[in-house]
């Protein structure tokens, strides 16, 4: 979105950009914090600030999705290069996002709430921390320090790139050491890539609660985009009635979080139970464990996943992972008889390595230039790009050497 459309859409909704309130104009009433959102003050030993507190119960549930996990942390905690933490109590993993006063990051980014939760007794618990002005973010720091008592690690959405190094820096800057130096950190963002990133468009916390989850973010909360120029006339105007969407908003994410992670330690502890009728979404799953050194389970999501659907194009993918890894295991005639299956939908890597396995494998130049001659046929069927082109080229360049090897193997039948 450019400027000028975001300061349209904001002004619609009454916010205008870079301008003071109208010293003549109607003084509304303003509203503070405390009259907006259910809240508590936290006392600290830097002075107090605003807090939101909510608790969960252990059944709640986010669309379909469970705050809590129903196996071990053994999986995603592999994932994350933390054995460590598969021996950690649940208690001990923070959730956190911030809301800050800029998108770009730097000293001069401020987080001026800060969501996060732990579970407790069977229970999620959430705080937000709410800074009513600047002067108190040495406050907000120290009671955040405190919530976090005893973590034994961080979990956020790309938090890697933007929560954590703005918090680092804000600690510094206030003289204090950050509790996050150091501390293994699970972004979730990354994690959720590697699984859906080949069947949705984006993989926003929003979109994966609505394509995963089932479930509709409120109405009544502020776009992220927003969020940066609400508290900035919170603080000009001091009117604190339109921050309670920020309030829903943040408290949103951190519970996505919670979700997220109940849902990952699950698939990742037991990956072939999970129940999931998307042959994309298993292949994904399958390429994330094979890395992880498990290529039986690997082979398992495979093999489940090219049974789900009867169309060829859905099937081609996880045929081809599971031909690649058959291959490194030196299991050259089952890849064969997969490339085969996934050649008859046009596929031009199984046609590829078709070839090489009758010509290498086989000694069977005839058969890899029946390959061969299938996929200059497929591709010099339409306009290419320029990887095409490329492709079209190391085929032609496969195929002349070929022709002139069957050439040679057929002068030496007829002399004999």
Known sequence: MDFDSLSEKLKRIGVSLGMQPDANSPRKDRKAIEQVVEGREVQTNFGSLFSSHRAYPGDYRLGGQALLPTKPTHGIARWARAPHLAETSLENFIFLDTETTGLSGGTGTLAFMIGVGRYRGGSFITEQFFLRGPAEEAALLAALESFCADMAAVVTYNGKSFDIPILNTRYVLQGFISPFEELPHLDLLHLTRRIWKARLEQCNLGNIENRIFGLNRDSDEIPGYLIPEYYTRYLR???????????????????????????????????????NECSQDLTSLGRLVEQLGDADTALSLYEKGRSLDTAPEPRVEPLLAQARLLKRQSRHPEAAELWSQAAEAGSLEALEELAKYHEHRRGRAKDALACVDRAVELLSGSRKDSREAGLLSAFLHRRERLMKKVQRHQSQQDED
């Open 237 to 275: 105007e001091g009117d604190a009635e339109p921050l309670k969407g920020i309030f829903t908003h943040n408290a949103q994410d951190v519970v996505s979080l919670a979700a997220l992670f109940a849902l990952f330690t699950d698939i990742l502890s037991e990956p072939t139970a999970w129940e």
